[in-house]
T-cell receptor, first 112, second 114 residues
Framework: GESVGLHLPTLSVQEGDNSIINCAYSNSASDYFIWYKQESGKGPQFIIDIRSNMDKRQGQRVTVLLNKTVKHLSLQIAATQPGDSAVYFC???????????WGLGTSLAVNP | EAGVTQSPTHLIKTRGQQATLRCSPISGHTSVYWYQQALGLGLQFLLWYDEGEERNRGNFPPRFSGRQFPNYSSELNVNALELEDSALYLC?????????????FGSGTRLTVV
């Protein structure tokens, strides 16, 4: 399944499928991007990050792609599991002021 | 290792009252960040403290204030509460030299203003 992030805040996928969550960021000067996962009743949890001098980074079952030309970030989750059900946020940082700017989030629902 | 702890978990206040929220960072972390997560608005940056000093502030009115203690724990104070202050308030901490890279969030304080 595929989401357009801010424009389609809910993504529903079947267990075992791959998920793609998209995010359009705002500032072409942003140099660092992070994906967080937030489960109900919990704080955001770090998933994966990428710096602006990279266009792809892989973690365990997750891959982040960065397209600076169109200011687009995506999170790919392989073999989506019920435990992946959560709200996913992208965040960008520009400058060294430690402040992250967050997207509104995409809710991922995994159907067994 | 204990994570970032926030208290109380839930807080109900009346409009016009003051609320105090507390945060204990991970041991060894000197920076504390506060965020507001209101329904439908994502996370909004409130404050960043490091070594007891306020380092950066988001676009919030002065009635949102805080402080960081010598043990690096922090308080967020919200005066003259308004209904729209109802939100989840999240605290995060990081080591000083890791900045944004090392953010770890607590589970938040749910503030309800009635």
């Amino acid at each position: 399944g595929e989401s357009v992030g801010l424009h389609l805040p809910t993504l529903s996928v079947q267990e075992g499928d791959n998920s793609i969550i998209n995010c359009a960021y705002s500032n072409s000067a942003s140099d660092y991007f992070i994906w967080y996962k937030q489960e109900s009743g919990k704080g955001p949890q770090f998933i994966i990050d990428i710096r602006s001098n990279m266009d792809k980074r892989q973690g365990q079952r997750v891959t982040v792609l960065l397209n600076k030309t169109v200011k687009h970030l995506s999170l790919q989750i392989a073999a989506t599991q019920p435990g992946d059900s959560a709200v996913y946020f992208c965040a960008e940082r520009s400058g060294n002021n430690r402040k992250l700017i967050w997207g509104l989030g995409t809710s991922l629902a995994v159907n067994p | 290792e204990a994570g970032v702890t926030q208290s109380p978990t839930h807080l109900i206040k009346t409009r016009g009252q003051q609320a105090t929220l507390r945060c204990s960072p991970i041991s060894g972390h000197t920076s504390v960040y506060w965020y507001q997560q209101a329904l439908g608005l994502g996370l909004q940056f409130l404050l960043w403290y490091d070594e007891g000093e306020e380092r950066n502030r988001g676009n919030f009115p002065p009635r949102f204030s805080g402080r960081q203690f010598p043990n690096y724990s922090s308080e967020l104070n919200v005066n003259a509460l308004e209904l729209e202050d109802s939100a989840l308030y999240l605290c995060a901490s990081s080591p000083r030299d890791r900045g944004t890279y090392g953010y770890t969030f607590g589970s938040g304080t749910r503030l309800t203003v009635v």
